[in-house]
C-alpha cells in the first residue's frame, strides 16, 4: 500500500490531469482512502473526455470538485472548512461550479444543496458517469444532483487518469460498495452494495499499466476477500468445476501479468481470508508479502457488538496461517479505542492482542459515531472523549514499540526494495519500500525510480529503514 495514512488525516491532493481542451479548468479535492483516490482518477478520465484541463490553482477554476470522505465526524468537518472557503470564491467569481463528490455527498445528499446551500452539484460514488450533464445543469444557474447507488456500476470500462502518480505504482479497484454492516461504519450506507468487477478488465488494466512503465500494483475493496466473478458471464472459463473465480484467482492471474510487477491489495477481512489466498500470496514471489488485516478490537464481546463475524480466537487463528504460510510476511492492522460500552478489561484486551500478534504496522482511530449505523442505533455511545483519547494514545505508544522492535530485527539484512522517489530527508537519497511495506531510504547512487535494488539496512527509526545499495 502507497499507506491508506490515517484516512482523512490526509491532506486534501490536488489533482493534475492533461487533456483536450473545452477552455474549461477543473480543480480537484480528494479525501479519504485509496479507493476514494482511485475513484477521482475515474472521474478524471470521464472529464478529461469533455475537454476539462486540471489547475493546481483554486483561484483560476471554472469548476471545483471535492472527493469526500465520511467515515469519521473529522473527516466531514475538515471538507466543511474547504467548502466554506470554496464559496468564498464565488463572490467574485459568481460562475464557478462546487460540487461535492464521494462519501460524504452520498450521505447528506440533498441536504448540501438545500439546508447548507454550500454547493451546486452532490454526485455519489456510483454516479459519476453523469457528471458532465449535472455539470451543464449547474452551468445553466441550477442545482444538479444524483446519489443513485448501483448494483452494477464498476466503471470497469474507464480507462482511469493516474493523478498525482509517480509512473511506478498505480492502484486498481477490483470491486465497490460493501455488504459487511460492520455496527460502527458508514461505509455499506455511502458505497452501496458490494459487486465485484470483471476479471478481465483487471488483469487488461495491469497488463497496460505494465505497458506504461509501472512496476507496483494495489488491488483495491473494502473486504477484497469476498471477491467473486463469475466467469460464465464472459463464456470464459477458468476451472470449469467452479465457474467462478475467487480472490486467490484473481491474485494468481494478476501476478502471471509480469513477474517484475509488485503485487499487493488491501483490504483483508479476517472473517474471509482464506489459506487459498495465503498459500497463492507464498507460491508467486511478485505478490508482496503483506497483508493488512484489521482487528479493530482485541476482545470477542467487543467484535459481538462491532457486528465484525469472527473473535479473538478465529483471528489468531488467521494470523498463525498467515505466519505458517509465509514466516517473515508483514501484518498490518486497524484498530478503534472507545467502542460503545468498552470496559477497561475489554480494552486491555486490544493491548494484549498487539503484544501478541505484534503488528509492523497500524492505523489508529478513536470510535466516531455515525450517523444511520447500526451501533448508532442500537448502543449508546458511551465512552467519555478523553477516555478514547488517552486509551488511543497507549494504543500508538505499543505500534510505535512494536514497528521498531520489528524494524531493529530488519537491521543487517539485504531487502528488495523498489525505489519510488526521493526522499523526503535528502535529495541525495531514495525512498522506496520493501515486500513487506516498510520504507526504505538510502543514497541514490546510479540507480532511479523504479528500479529494483538489494539494500542492506543499517539503522532503523520506528518509521523507516535506512541502508545503502548492496547490489
Ligand atoms: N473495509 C475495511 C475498513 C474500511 S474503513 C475493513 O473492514 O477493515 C477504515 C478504517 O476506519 C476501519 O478499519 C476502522 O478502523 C476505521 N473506522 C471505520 N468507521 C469508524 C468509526 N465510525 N469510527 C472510528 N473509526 C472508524
Ligand atoms: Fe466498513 Fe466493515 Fe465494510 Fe470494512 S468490512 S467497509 S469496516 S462495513
Ligand atoms: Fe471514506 Fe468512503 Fe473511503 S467513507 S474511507 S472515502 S469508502
Redesign the pocket.
Known sequence: MTNKVI?EERQGEVMNLKGGLNGKKLFLESYG?QMNFADSEIVASILQKEGFITTHEEKEADLILLNTCA??ENAETRVRHRLTHFNSLKRNRPSLVIGVLGCMAERLKDKLLEEEKLVDIVVGPDSYRDLPKLISVAEDGERGMNVLLSREETYADVNPIRLNSNGISAFISIMRG?D?M?S????PFTRGRERSRDLNTIVHEARYLVEQGYKEVTLLG??VDSYRWNLSRDGQVVDPEKGHADFADLLAAVAQVNPQLRVRFS?S?PKDMTDKVLETMARYDNICKYVPL?V?SGNSEVLKRMNRGYSREWYLDRISAIRRYMPDCGIST???TGFCGETEEEYQDTLSIMDEVHYHFA?M??????PKTLAERKFEDDIPEEVKKSRLAKVIQRQSEHSHAHHKTMVGKVHQVLIERESKRSTECFSGRNTQNIVVVFPKESSAPGDYVNVLVEECTPGTLIGRIVN
Request: aromatic share 14%; hydrophobic share 30%.
Open positions: 484516512i482512502c467515515i469519521r460493501c459487511n460492520c460502527f461504519c458508514v461505509v473494502q473486504n483490504t477481512h484489521p479493530q486497524d484498530i478503534i492505523y482511530f478513536t470510535y466516531s459515531e455515525r
